[in-house]
């Protein structure tokens, strides 16, 4: 079997591994090309514009790079979504990103008490409270503008669940920030608890009903064919995202990163090749798992939880297409 | 004018300092005696019952004081609700004070990764995915009881504004360990931002809906009218609070606590006793505007809007009585 059998992506061979690195198949269960919004390259362009109007990255470099995988991202994520929710979506997932690039990761390793007071700022906003907001920033500004937009569109629930992930995932970026450097203070089990907010995954999934115009009932949504999808989703994402990601986040100081391979390698006391290999193979069952709930909820035809099953599989999808970005490939 | 007088309480009576300090005047706003619910001692009782379920704290004479503030306290928090209610309330809150307690402050500065590792628990309950959720503790274990509890009487509008509310008072936790000791770092307004979250009055303000059993519409949450009645009341529980534990929380080693006298002080170059008079002020006017806007909100007798005005009044009444209590004077 070669590689561009084992990974349906030809991931493995832009890695710059010792060997290439055994990666996940999710050809028979994610199999591309994607389906894809006509409107791609207007979010491109758009996000491009609104982060004129909200400068949140200062490199030309970066924003140019940064738009292109999140419109084209976004086009994937919601593919028969209309354009201005798309637009929206595409400028929440930047914001998210550039805060994290900011003052998340390594910056945010340096001086954590300086990226709480930055997230301060956004919880307060999250809130809605009617107390002044402390400090402001430009993050700060565009969070207000993107919460009022999905004020607009969304229910009280939806806005609600809405917020509350985007707090889980700030609450992420300050998790991660803390265990950067530090990944043998993270057990095994709490990493993959934390992982889907790391990966923004459950706050995209919250933005879906507002995107496509449906609302799940209750009971739907706490059922367990909807609990199981999403959070096979959930994994999917965070660990694809860690197998692509894992030589770019090595390549700096040459340390293992804070990322699922890093943990395997501890837990099973295996060299890179073999965590590689739990990995995908953990990556593999999730994708079944999700597509065995997906083919089910979309049997029946239409409905909500057609309507939710067929976005989630398109998120998912839209994460299996992110980590072929060059975002991964380019080892800066 | 003597102190009681100026303070309706005589609290200054028992604070440390070199002179009987400034206190707010609240007698016209918010004169006591306070109702009070004929459940408060079986509430106390519960509570203790509650900790042999949850060993959340181990000192007997904690837990002791613990439950009788918690007790009492919830007792004039919502003197009309059912008893079941009142328990529930009661845990919840002795919960994040004991959380706080063993996990934040100066044990969180301390260690604030394993801070966020122990609130990582907590999120996960929160966001109630099907993930893993990592390690646990015992704190995790009596969340998912008062989660479990909340769920079986709270609407989903409801128990989501709750869970909202519980990260945001976590985060506050996180956001005061990470600056208790640079009292520098903090701006007077970023501090004014965050004080509703760390004195956990949001969170208290959710519990009401649920507890007292009204739900108020959108346009009536949103109203300027009960946003400002909020704002008002979310100042005055932690500004009385910083003016009541002033004193202990200096006692340790004569540093500036975190805390409004401490940036009054630095804001307006002044000494302690000057912070203390513009600090009282600041809470005269904050408990005068919470008073103008319960007034109007309950003169139209009943429905929802007068149910929360009044429930909001008996929270900022608790508030004024819990600053009386010997967790604030005992300097332990």
Redesign the interface.
């Known amino acids: 079997m070669n590689d561009s059998d084992r990974t349906g992506t030809q991931l493995s061979a832009t890695l710059p591994m010792p060997m290439p690195m055994p990666m996940p198949n999710l050809r028979g269960s994610f199999p591309g090309p994607f389906p894809t919004s006509p409107y791609a390259d207007d979010i491109e362009r758009h996000t491009a514009d609104w982060l004129q109007a909200f400068p949140l990255i200062s490199s030309p470099g970066k924003l140019k790079a940064l738009c292109n995988i999140t419109g084209q991202g976004m086009a994937r994520t919601f593919p028969t979504s209309d354009r201005d929710s798309l637009f929206l979506c595409a400028d929440l997932l930047l914001w998210l990103t550039a805060f994290d690039d900011t003052y998340g990761e390594s910056t945010g390793a340096r001086d954590?008490?300086r990226l709480?007071?930055r997230?301060?700022?956004c919880?307060?906003l999250?809130?809605d409270?009617?107390?002044?907001?402390?400090?402001t920033s430009v993050f700060g500004t565009a969070l207000r503008h993107l919460l009022t937009r999905f004020g607009e569109r969304a229910t009280?629930?939806q806005y609600?669940?809405l917020?509350?992930?985007l707090?889980?995932s700030l609450?992420g970026i300050?998790?991660e920030a803390?265990?950067l450097d530090?990944p043998d203070?993270?057990?095994l089990?709490?990493?993959?608890?934390?992982r889907?907010?790391t990966a923004f995954v459950?706050t995209v999934m919250a933005t879906a009903e507002i995107t496509l115009g449906y609302e799940l009932a209750?009971p739907q949504r706490s059922s367990a064919a909807v609990?199981?999808m999403?959070?096979a989703v959930?994994?999917l994402a965070g660990w694809i995202n860690d197998l692509a990601s894992y030589a770019k986040e090595t390549s700096h100081d040459g340390q293992s990163p804070l990322s699922l391979p890093t943990l395997l390698m501890r837990q099973h006391a295996c060299d890179l090749e073999e965590a590689f290999r739990l990995a995908s193979r953990m990556c593999e069952e999730r994708a079944d798992a999700a597509v065995l709930r997906i083919t089910a909820l979309t049997a029946n035809g239409n409905g909500p939880l057609a309507d939710h099953a067929r976005a989630i599989k398109s998120i998912a999808s839209s994460y299996v297409w992110h980590i072929q970005h060059s975002r991964y490939r380019d080892h800066e």
């Open positions: 954590p008490a709480i007071r997230i301060s700022e919880v307060h999250l809130a409270h009617d107390e002044p907001p402390g400090e009280p629930n609600l669940r917020t509350a992930h707090r889980d609450f300050l998790w803390h265990h530090k203070h993270v057990t089990a709490d990493y993959l608890a934390m889907p907010h459950r209750e609990r199981e999403e959070a959930a994994d």
